[in-house]
C-alpha cells in the first residue's frame, strides 16, 4: 500500500470526531503540509546526487548509427562515373576513467550533496514543529484572549451598571460613569482585535496543515514544570554543537567547498581512460563503395591539458575564496546555535519561575478584587477607579499566565530543536498538557 495511503488511513483511525490535538495536526501536516512535503521531496532530489557522483567513475558507453544516401560523380582518368550508393553503419564505443582527479572530487562532492540534503530536511522538519506548535499555541492564545476580552467587557458592563445605579441613589459621580465608559469602550476594542487575531493565527495553521479544524485541544488546568534534563547548560550546548542539523548542513557545505577547491585544481592533471569500441559498417566513403567493414579496437587515452587561457588558475582561486566564505558561515552558524541554545534553555528555566510568579499573581489579584469591590460597596474606602483597575489588573496577569505557560512549552520544543533532538516524543510530551476541548471556528 501505498506510504501516504496508509498514513491518511492512520489519521482516519486516530482522529476523533472532537478536537484535534498537536500530536494529531503533527501527523497532519506530514501527510499534507506544504512546507513539509517540500522539504522530504528537496531531500529526495539532493539524495540523488550520490548516483550522479558515483556516475562518473563508471563506464560510459555510447552507440550511434548512420544511413546516408549518396549521389556524386566520380572524376577517374578523364573517366566520369554516376555515383548513387548508401552508405550505412554503426559503432559502440565505451570508455572507463582509470585516472580522473576531477571525476574522484566529483564523486566526494556528490556524497557531500547528499548528506547536505538529509541535514537540511532534518533541520526543516524540526523547523516545521516548532512553527506549527507556534500556530497551533497561537490560536489556543487567541482564543484565550477572546474569552478574557468578554469576561472584562461584562466586568466593566456590570461596574458601568453599578456607577449608574449608584448615580441615582446620590451616592455616585458624573466621572465614575464616564471612567467605567471609556473602560467599557477600551474592552470593546480588545475583543475586536482579538476576534480578528484569531482569524489571523486560524488561517496561518491552515497554511501548515492544509485544513482548519473547527475545535483544538487547549491547555489542562494543571501545568507542571519538571526540571531538565540534563540540568546544566554546558551539556546541552555540547550536545546542540555536536548534534544540530544546521551545524551539520554547514559543515557538509564546507567540505563540499574544499572539494570544489580539489575539482578546480585537478584541471592541471592529465586523465587516463582505458577506451574500447565496436565499428560495423559498409561504403562508408566514395573509396570504399561496395565494401564492408567490421573492427574493434582497445587502448588507453591520454590526456594532458597544457594551456587553458588561465581558467584552471582562476577557479582554483575563485573556489579557495568560497571554501573560506564556507568556513566563516560554518562558525556564525556555530555561534548561533549556542545563542539559541542558551536562550532556549533559560527560557525553560526562567519560564517555569515565571508561570510560578504569574500563578501568585493570579491569586493575589483574585483577592486585591473581591477586597476592592467589597470596600467600594460598603466602606467606602475604594473608588470606582480602584475597582476597574483591580479588575483590568486580574485580566491581564490570567492572559500573561496563559501565555506564558505557552511560552514555556515552545522553549522547550525550541530547545530540542536547537540540539537537533526534537520529534515524535518531544510532541508527545507537550501535547500531554492539552486536554480541554476548545471550539475555534466561527
Request: aromatic share 6%; hydrophobic share 35%.
Amino acid at each position: 500500500m501505498n506510504r501516504h495511503c496508509l498514513l491518511l488511513c492512520l489519521l482516519g483511525l486516530s482522529l476523533p470526531a472532537s478536537a484535534m490535538d498537536l500530536k494529531q495536526a503533527w501527523d497532519l501536516l506530514q501527510y499534507q503540509g506544504p512546507v513539509y512535503r517540500a522539504a522530504e521531496h528537496e531531500k529526495q532530489a539532493g539524495m540523488e546526487n550520490r548516483a550522479i557522483g558515483q556516475a562518473g567513475l563508471l563506464p560510459q558507453i555510447n552507440a550511434t548509427a548512420y544511413y546516408n544516401k549518396v549521389n556524386g560523380t566520380q572524376h577517374q582518368n578523364s573517366l566520369e562515373n554516376d555515383l548513387d550508393y548508401d552508405s550505412k553503419g554503426a559503432s559502440v564505443r565505451l570508455r572507463q576513467p582509470l585516472f580522473n582527479k576531477q571525476k574522484m572530487a566529483e564523486y566526494r562532492q556528490g556524497e557531500q550533496r547528499a548528506d547536505y540534503s538529509v541535514a537540511v530536511f532534518d533541520a526543516k522538519s524540526q523547523d516545521a514543529a516548532v512553527r506549527l506548535a507556534d500556530s497551533y499555541f497561537d490560536v489556543l492564545l487567541a482564543s484565550e484572549t477572546i474569552t478574557l476580552a468578554k469576561a472584562k467587557l461584562n466586568a466593566f458592563e456590570e461596574q458601568l451598571a453599578s456607577a449608574k445605579r449608584r448615580m441615582e441613589l446620590g451616592a455616585g459621580t458624573v466621572t465614575d460613569i464616564d471612567e467605567s465608559v471609556a473602560r467599557r469602550d477600551l474592552a470593546e476594542a480588545d475583543l475586536i482585535e482579538a476576534q480578528d487575531n484569531l482569524v489571523n493565527a486560524r488561517r496561518t495553521l491552515e497554511e501548515y496543515i492544509g485544513e482548519t479544524p473547527a475545535s483544538l485541544t487547549t491547555l489542562q488546568p494543571g501545568f507542571s514544570t519538571p526540571p531538565l534534563l540534563p540540568g546544566n547548560l554546558q551539556d546541552w550546548l555540547v550536545k546542540a554543537q555536536a548534534d544540530s542539523p544546521l551545524i551539520h548542513a554547514r559543515r557538509h557545505s564546507y567540505e563540499l567547498a574544499e572539494e570544489e577547491v580539489n575539482r578546480a585544481r585537478a584541471g592541471h592533471w592529465p586523465t587516463l581512460d582505458f577506451v574500447a569500441g565496436y565499428t560495423a559498417g559498409s561504403s562508408q566513403s566514395i573509396s570504399e563503395l561496395n565494401q564492408r567493414n567490421q573492427y574493434n579496437s582497445i587502448g588507453l587515452e591520454l590526456n594532458i591539458p597544457l594551456y587553458s587561457g588561465g581558467s584552471t588558475s582562476a577557479l582554483t582561486r575563485q573556489a579557495s575564496a568560497n571554501s573560506s566564505k564556507a568556513l566563516d558561515e560554518l562558525d556564525a552558524t556555530r555561534q548561533e546555535v549556542i545563542s539559541g541554545t542558551t536562550r532556549e534553555y533559560r527560557g525553560v528555566q526562567s519560564g517555569a519561575m515565571r508561570i510560578q510568579a504569574l500563578e501568585k499573581a493570579v491569586a493575589s489579584n483574585e483577592r486585591s478584587l473581591t477586597s476592592t469591590r467589597k470596600g467600594f460597596k460598603e466602606g467606602g474606602t475604594s473608588t470606582n477607579s480602584d475597582v476597574l483597575n483591580a479588575e483590568e489588573l486580574l485580566f491581564d496577569a490570567r492572559h500573561d499566565l496563559f501565555e506564558a505557560k505557552l511560552n514555556y512549552l515552545m522553549s522547550r520544543l525550541r530547545l530540542a530543536s536547537s540540539v537537533g533532538s526534537l520529534g515524535d516524543d518531544d510532541i508527545e510530551l507537550v501535547n500531554d498538557y492539552l486536554g480541554p476541548e476548545l471550539m475555534v471556528s466561527k
